[in-house]
């Protein structure tokens, strides 16, 4: 079965075992997380959300990405040149289970 699920404000295609990296939640590793916002379920589609379909994983790791750079610059303006870094912080989930 495959599913898309909403979390965080963005959209996951996730199947049964598959790895996601989403936002920080507030779970601890090793523990079980269960997503209702279920989009659609293989080619059924909800208006907006499948009612009775919940997608069960488990939180593997909270960390945080590779830092990028944000970088400001202004033509002739030597004074205002600004580098900053971001590390985003994340939650890696592996999906265990798809409820229909």
Do not use: W
Not at 9 to 24: A, D, H, L, M, P
Not at 55 to 61: A, D, R, T, W
Not at 68 to 96: E, L
């Amino acid at each position: 079965m495959n599913a898309v699920i909403k979390v965080g404000g963005k959209q996951y295609y996730v199947s049964e075992g598959s790895e996601i990296f989403v936002e920080k939640l507030n779970a601890e590793e090793g523990n079980t997380v269960e997503f209702n916002q279920v989009l659609m379920l293989d080619k059924k589609v909800g208006s907006p959300y499948l009612a009775g379909v919940t997608v069960e994983g488990e939180v593997l790791k909270n960390g945080k990405a590779k830092k990028i750079k944000v970088f400001k610059y202004k033509c002739k303006d030597r004074s205002n040149r600004k580098m900053q870094g971001h590390r985003q912080p994340y939650t890696k989930i592996k999906i265990t289970k798809i409820n229909a």
